[in-house]
């Protein structure tokens, strides 16, 4: 199944960049790349997509490697609010036998220091 | 719009007591799921359902049923409860991804909180 590989935690100071990578070697031509995080005692919320190309949303900004193995969920200015678990998956194509399992791992929790 | 709506918020079991924790979206999304994520840990996926009357098992099913007989309601249901069940669910729904115009969004509930004592 594919999976996605993330740093447990990370560190940033308020109103700097954050850059959260995330490691998927086994994705496929037709997979998306799903970023969604987490605050504290709430359900996961929709941060940023992409496929190949590099994307801007005004939530944050997705850079995708060219080989698609790997990509970074970048906050260009962190907030006390955006501590939370950042999690990295793959939507899978309706042609994957399990395309329609979502993983969501352990994600990354980003500490944000006034 | 209501989105995702899960009932109840929060529950308090007895080993052995069954139980449903209900899921309800009002977008007219084929998929729908639920997950467990239990504390400090990533979201687990118990089961899914690509449309009505056609379900499937995640990584953890066991011990737990689903069905999904309308497009909106994907019932989760505890046969008989166990302490190792004590955790939080999560309902997710989101549309075909080919067919999608949102994003191929995924939107959750706010989860229930079980405790099985």
């Known amino acids: 199944d594919a999976k996605t590989t993330q740093p447990n935690s990370m560190e940033s100071n308020e109103e700097e960049p954050v850059h959260l990578p995330c490691n998927h070697s086994?994705?496929?031509?037709?997979?998306?790349i799903h970023w969604y995080r987490q605050l504290p005692s709430q359900g996961p919320e929709y941060v940023i997509h992409g496929l190949t190309s590099n994307v801007n949303n005004r939530m944050a900004s997705l850079a995708i490697a060219e080989d698609r193995k790997s990509s970074t969920l970048i906050l260009h200015r962190a907030t006390l609010r955006d501590a939370a678990v950042y999690y990295c998956i793959l939507r899978l194509s309706r042609w994957a036998y399990n395309f329609n399992k979502f993983y969501f791992g352990s994600g990354t929790k980003l500490n944000v220091k006034p | 719009n209501a989105g995702v709506t899960q009932t109840p918020k929060f529950q308090v079991l007895k080993t052995g007591q069954s139980m449903t924790l209900q899921c309800a979206q009002d977008?007219?999304?084929?998929?729908m799921s639920w997950y467990r994520q239990d504390p400090g840990m990533g979201l687990r996926l118990i089961h899914y359902s690509v449309g009505a009357g056609i379900t499937d098992q995640g990584e953890v099913p066991n011990g737990y049923n689903v069905s999904r007989s309308t497009t909106e309601d994907f019932p989760l249901r505890l046969l008989s409860a166990a302490p190792s069940q004590t955790s939080v669910y999560f309902c997710?729904?989101?549309?075909?991804?080919?067919?999608?115009?949102?994003?191929?969004?995924?939107?959750f509930g706010e989860g229930s909180w079980l405790t099985v004592v």
């Open positions: 997710a729904s989101s549309q075909d991804r080919e067919r999608s115009t949102s994003g191929n969004t995924i939107y």
């Open positions: 086994t994705i496929s031509g037709t997979d998306y």
């Open positions: 977008m007219n999304h084929e998929y």
